[in-house]
């Protein structure tokens, strides 16, 4: 849906999803890009669903054209959830995003460990050689330090303000990317924020074994 407002507009920081009908100007609209002084507009900003209990038609395996069915599995409950004792099958979405808002809810058993991964490319053997990660870890399985724990950016930067649920519990996650700027939240809680441009990101990548890695 697109709205012809303005000449001169700011684009909002972030949207929200809309329960009624009423077309209200702000955070629920974008700007389109365009030359200063020419015409803009608002642009609805809406959910996609990448899995609804059932289909895993957004996903492909990564380096792979189909879905990795064989390491993941839609349970009768409508979860997505990997094949006990499979080796790691990395799923990526079939679309490529830049800005981006993602929401998901997660669960793991005892030695759980997973992740989300973003601004990645396919050129490695595997994708976090290429991008960050928001750390899904079972924490009270093994001492590690505490940038690979639930919530933080794997190995780079610690989670704080973090509360987690008990193993077998469902955990709220949100991951925020817009342009340089990125936000990990868990439970409702903003547990690390950094920009992908800064200095200070850069150095923790330089002292990283990611520094191997020049699409990092």
Do not use: C
């Not at 849906?1 to 329960?19: C, E, F, H, K, M």
């Not at 409950?77 to 799923?91: C, D, M, Q, R, Y």
């Not at 793991?108 to 989300?116: K, P, Y």
């Not at 920009?195 to 990101?201: R, T």
């Amino acid at each position: 849906y697109y709205l012809q407002v303005s000449t001169n507009l700011a684009d909002p920081a972030g949207w929200r999803i809309v329960t009624n009908t009423a077309l209200l100007v702000g955070n629920e609209f974008s700007v389109t890009v365009s030359t200063a002084g020419s015409p803009q507009f608002y642009r609805l900003k809406a959910w996609e669903v990448l899995f609804d209990g059932n289909s895993t038609a957004a996903f492909r395996g990564y380096q792979q054209a189909t879905f990795p069915s064989n390491h993941w599995v839609v349970t009768a409950n409508g979860e997505l959830k990997t094949v006990a004792g499979s080796p790691t099958g990395h799923i990526i979405t079939t679309n490529q995003y830049d800005d981006f808002e993602l929401a998901w809810e997660w669960k793991l058993g005892a030695g759980g460990n997973s992740g989300v991964m973003y601004r990645v490319t396919e050129s490695y053997d595997a994708p976090w050689k290429s991008g960050p990660e928001y750390q899904i870890f079972d924490d009270g399985s093994a001492a590690v330090p505490a940038n690979e724990t639930s919530g933080a950016t794997w190995g780079l930067i610690a989670p704080t303000n973090k509360v987690l649920k008990p193993r077998g519990e469902w955990n709220q996650s949100r991951l925020l990317v817009l342009t340089n700027h990125v936000e990990h939240w868990l439970n409702g809680r903003k547990v690390a924020e950094y920009e992908l441009d800064s200095m200070a990101f850069k150095s923790a990548v330089a002292a990283s074994s990611f520094q191997a890695y020049p699409q990092f």
